[in-house]
C-alpha cells in the first residue's frame, strides 16, 4: 500500500475506506465503518482520534469483545497461517515467527492461564518487542486486578491501533 494523504483519506467512499481501514483494529472493520461517518478528517491523529473514542464508548462487554478479536500471540493461528497480514507482519517483528517449540509451548500455557483469569486473550503492540519482553510482560500482567488488566490491554489495542494507521499513512509514529 502506498502512502496517502489526508485528502485522499477524506475523498474516500464508504467501501474504499473499509477495505483500507477495517483492520486498524484487529478484525473490527465496525469500527472503521462507524469512524467514516465523521469524516473529514484534519490529519492522521485527528483520524485516530475517532478510531479511540469509538472504543473507549463502549460499555466494557463491548471493549472485552475487541480483545477477544485478537488472536493469540505466537498461538494456533500463526500455526496454521490463518493470522491477519497485519497481525502476521507484527509476529514476525517480534520473532514470535521462529520460536522453539519449548518456547511456543510455554507462551501457549501463559496464554492459557491469563484467558482463564481474565476471559480475554493477551493483548501486546508485538511490533517493537521480543519473545523476551512478551513473555515477562504476559507473566507480569497475569497477576493484576482484573480492571486494571482490562484498561492496560485496550491500551495496547490502541497503540497497534496506532502503529497500523501510520503505516498506512506513511507516517513515522514517532512524527504523530
Ligand atoms: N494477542 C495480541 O496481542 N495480538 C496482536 N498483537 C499485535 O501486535 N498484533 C496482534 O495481532
Redesign the pocket.
Known amino acids: 500500500m502506498q502512502a496517502m494523504d489526508i485528502e485522499k483519506v477524506n475523498s474516500m467512499d464508504f467501501g474504499e475506506f473499509v477495505d483500507v481501514f477495517g483492520n486498524v483494529i484487529?478484525r473490527c472493520p465496525l469500527i472503521a465503518a462507524a469512524v467514516w461517518s465523521q469524516r473529514p478528517f484534519s490529519n492522521l491523529e485527528d483520524l485516530e482520534k475517532h478510531f479511540f473514542a469509538f472504543i473507549d464508548a463502549l460499555p466494557q462487554s463491548g471493549q472485552e469483545g475487541i480483545l477477544r478479536c485478537?488472536?493469540?500471540?505466537a498461538g494456533r493461528e500463526l500455526q496454521r497461517g490463518t493470522?491477519?497480514a497485519?497481525?502476521q507482519r507484527?509476529?514476525r517483528s517480534?520473532g514470535l515467527t521462529s520460536l522453539g517449540a519449548d518456547e511456543r509451548l510455554r507462551l501457549a500455557e501463559l496464554n492459557a492461564q491469563y484467558r482463564a483469569r481474565f476471559g480475554f486473550?493477551?493483548?501486546?503492540?508485538?511490533?517493537l518487542s521480543d519473545p523476551a519482553a512478551v513473555r515477562r510482560e504476559l507473566a507480569r500482567r497475569l497477576h493484576r486486578p482484573p480492571a486494571q488488566e482490562l484498561r492496560t490491554a485496550l491500551g495496547?489495542v490502541k497503540k497497534?491501533g496506532h502503529l497500523r494507521l501510520a503505516d498506512l499513512l506513511g507516517a513515522h509514529s514517532a512524527g504523530l
Not at 70 to 73: A, E, G, I, N
Not at 121 to 127: K, M, N, T, W
Open positions: 484487529e485478537h488472536p493469540d500471540l493470522l491477519t497485519e497481525s507484527e509476529q517480534a486473550p493477551f493483548v501486546l503492540a508485538a511490533l495496547e497497534i
